[in-house]
């Protein structure tokens, strides 16, 4: 025998209208006093003795229990559904109550209408509404209706066959070197090769709630394989190919292969200056007064003297730099040198070295200087995250700037806006006085020749065009200065000593090194420099 609910139903009899309570089978659920209650409010029997139905409720549990509820017969009553919808409408669910003796069962139209009445338009199930009329269960609970969710689409996927991490750093030998034999950095790509395949976006499918809502799946994005010269793509433009040998690179999304231009030994007088649209690769020293030029890598094999490098990607010097004070590196990528020397060095990735003596460094990500020395003597380092160091200073005080948790170049922009916010505003003050004196005389009916009223006009238009300026000069200094002075990321690691004269600063707060200081961390914290042991 199939478990059944306890339920109940209204029995009319000539000396008054009874409650027949018929108890669970097996593991059903018994009734409850509320929903009996919520029952007879829908029918409005009000007046009937509470203690006696919870005697009959308690009396069911085992055996059919009939309780009086009034003295008096009401009409018969047909068979009855409550409806109950999900918050989300995305489901109903009918409880359906037997009719009193005399009274007539509903039939599929009768629900139907009780489901429309409640709103019901979509999803309705009819299985489950013919299955309880061919077998009709009480006090249960019977999905009635289903919305359908709406099917998520996929979002478009750009597989790149190439190394694409602008942030690989070097591989540290167990003695501390780095091994630049190993860098890995570089993604040779030979003609044919297969360089990026896209995964189309899939669109989702609308849902409906049982309320006849549309549900409209969320947006997917789509996108499309994008390259530059030396590249095609498949037919059906799924698949990028490389048309040369080269270097693939992603910059913006963008796929690009640039060929790598070989220097087979000095770049000098033999060379002249090198400007190529690739990469470029020297095997052996670039000679002070010459430039190197590459919209890809640079990878210099030799020394570095007091040349100057220009890299679209990075820059990797196997030995390192002697600047001679006049040689300079910048690269959009990462900087990797065996050391540097008396120059100045900017990268928009990270730099990594072993050592650092007099030079102006300044990164947007990490500055490393580790390896079997990793000191700093002399000069300003510069990183817009972190700065590692085991060696800063030194025993002679070397004045030593070590700043972290700016951009260097927004610091760079805001003191070229505070210069020249200061210039444009002294040519204004020059300019003024001459302009009010010549106002002067015009408006006092003095005549002018042409030649003066032609530089008043043209005196006054710079004016306007001079106090425009300032205006966005002013705003953009001001966006800046409150960018740097609520920033209080970055921290400096000392993994040796610091000496005296080493000056550390943290987002415009300045800590100078007194004494020596031996395996820290330095942190901002509020409006002063912390110092937390390693």
């Given at each position: 025998?199939?478990?059944?609910?306890?339920?109940?139903?209204?029995?009319?009899?000539?000396?008054?209208?009874?409650?027949?309570?018929?108890?669970?089978?097996?593991?059903?659920?018994?009734?409850?006093?509320?929903?009996?209650?919520?029952?007879?409010?829908?029918?409005?029997?009000?007046?009937?003795?509470?203690?006696?139905?919870?005697?009959?409720?308690?009396?069911?549990?085992?055996?059919?229990?009939?309780?009086?509820?009034?003295?008096?017969?009401?009409?018969?009553?047909?068979?009855?559904?409550?409806?109950?919808?999900?918050?989300?409408?995305?489901y109903a669910v009918g409880r359906f109550y037997p009719p009193s003796n005399?009274?007539?069962?509903?039939?599929?139209?009768?629900?139907?209408?009780?489901?429309?009445?409640?709103?019901?338009?979509?999803?309705?199930?009819?299985?489950?509404?013919?299955?309880?009329?061919?077998?009709?269960?009480?006090?249960?609970?019977?999905?009635?209706?289903?919305?359908?969710?709406?099917?998520?689409?996929?979002?478009?996927?750009?597989?790149?066959?190439?190394?694409?991490?602008?942030?690989?750093?070097?591989?540290?030998?167990?003695?501390?070197?780095?091994?630049?034999?190993?860098?890995?950095?570089i993604s040779t790509i030979n003609k044919g090769d297969l360089l990026a395949t896209l995964e189309p976006a899939i669109d989702g499918k609308n849902g409906y709630d049982i309320c006849g809502n549309v549900l409209k799946p969320g947006k997917v994005v789509k996108k499309i394989l994008r390259h530059g010269k030396g590249i095609h793509l498949s037919d059906d433009g799924l698949k990028m190919y490389s048309d040369v040998n080269g270097h693939a690179m992603l910059r913006d999304n963008r796929v690009f292969v640039a060929n790598t231009y070989e220097v087979p030994a000095n770049v000098d007088v033999s060379t002249g200056d090198i400007n190529y649209e690739g990469n470029v690769s020297i095997k052996g020293n670039v000679i002070t007064g010459f430039s190197v030029q590459a919209k890809g890598d640079i990878i210099v094999d030799g020394v570095v003297e007091g040349a100057t490098l220009r890299a679209g990607g990075n820059i990797i010097l196997k030995r390192g730099m002697q600047g001679m004070s006049r040689g300079t590196m910048e690269a959009d990528g990462n900087i990797i040198s065996k050391f540097i020397e008396n120059a100045e060095v900017k990268a928009g990735g990270y730099i990594t070295t072993e050592a650092i003596l007099h030079s102006k460094i300044s990164a947007r990500g990490d500055i490393t200087v580790g390896g079997k020395k990793g000191f700093v003597t002399g000069g300003e380092i510069r990183s817009a995250t972190s700065i590692t160091i085991k060696t800063a200073g030194s025993t002679m005080g070397t004045n030593t700037v070590l700043e972290v948790g700016i951009d260097p170049a927004a610091s760079d922009e805001f003191k070229s806006l505070e210069q020249s916010i200061t210039s444009m505003r002294t040519d204004m003050e020059k300019l003024m006085p001459i302009l009010n004196n010549f106002k002067k005389k015009v408006s006092n009916g003095e005549k002018m020749p042409p030649d003066k009223l032609n530089y008043i006009k043209t005196a006054t238009l710079h004016c306007i065009d001079l106090d425009n300026k300032i205006k966005e000069a002013t705003y953009r200094y001001e966006q800046l200065k409150l960018e740097m002075n609520k920033n209080e990321s970055g921290t400096i690691r000392i993994e040796n000593i610091a000496y005296p004269g080493v000056k550390i600063v943290i987002s415009n707060v300045v800590y100078y090194v007194r004494s020596e200081v031996h395996y820290t961390k330095f942190i901002r914290e509020r409006a002063d420099i912390k110092l937390i042991g390693l």
């Open positions: 025998m199939s478990s059944k609910n306890s339920y109940f139903q209204l029995d009319i009899k000539n000396d008054g209208t009874y409650l027949k309570i018929y108890p669970p089978v097996d593991n059903g659920q018994p009734i409850t006093y509320d929903e009996i209650s919520e029952y007879l409010i829908d029918k409005k029997i009000y007046d009937y003795n509470i203690k006696d139905l919870g005697h009959a409720i308690a009396n069911a549990q085992r055996e059919v229990t009939e309780v009086k509820l009034l003295s008096v017969p009401i009409l018969p009553e047909g068979e009855y559904v409550r409806i109950k919808i999900s918050q989300d409408r995305m005399n009274g007539s069962c509903m039939d599929s139209r009768e629900i139907m209408n009780s489901l429309a009445q409640n709103g019901i338009k979509e999803g309705i199930v009819q299985d489950n509404i013919e299955s309880f009329i061919n077998n009709r269960r009480y006090c249960e609970d019977i999905i009635l209706a289903k919305g359908l969710k709406p099917v998520e689409g996929k979002d478009a996927v750009i597989n790149y066959h190439f190394n694409t991490d602008t942030t690989i750093k070097p591989k540290v030998n167990e003695d501390g070197t780095v091994d630049f034999h190993q860098l890995n950095v």
